[in-house]
């Protein structure tokens, strides 16, 4: 299984970008699909969240500004990121709650290599 993110760069305080991460490989069934960050020295932490059935959560920092969607026939998860800020520099992170083929499952959940998310002032 494979979660490959795009999207990613550097742009300035206002500006929006919009991130992409697809899911592939043996997946049976994916439960929900989200976005971590983690900027330099700090730990990751939640940014955005969605289950197969829609249910939302986002990390109350970016409230208002983010807005995640998904599109469960193509196993990817999207993040429009508005009204970026400085504080917004981060690596970002796909996640997923999946099952594999043959019923396994990693109990943490999976990951992708990240994107880089650079807001300059």
């Known amino acids: 299984v494979q979660l490959v993110e795009s999207g990613g760069g550097l742009v300035q305080a206002g500006e929006s970008l919009r991130l992409s991460c697809v899911g592939s490989?043996?997946?049976?069934?994916?439960?929900?699909m989200g976005w971590d960050r983690q900027a330099p020295g700090n730990q990751r932490e939640l940014v955005a969240h969605i289950t197969s059935g829609g249910i939302t959560k986002y990390a109350d920092a970016v409230k208002g500004r983010f807005t995640i969607s998904s599109d469960n026939a193509k196993n990817t998860v999207y993040l429009q990121m508005n009204s970026l800020n400085p504080e917004d520099t981060a690596i970002y992170y796909c996640?997923?709650?999946?099952?594999?083929?043959?019923?396994?499952?990693?109990?943490?959940?999976?990951w992708g290599q990240g994107t880089q998310v650079t807001v300059s002032s």
């Open positions: 996640t997923a709650e999946l099952i594999e083929n043959g019923g396994y499952y990693l109990p943490d959940g999976y």
């Open positions: 490989g043996m997946i049976f069934k994916i439960n929900a």
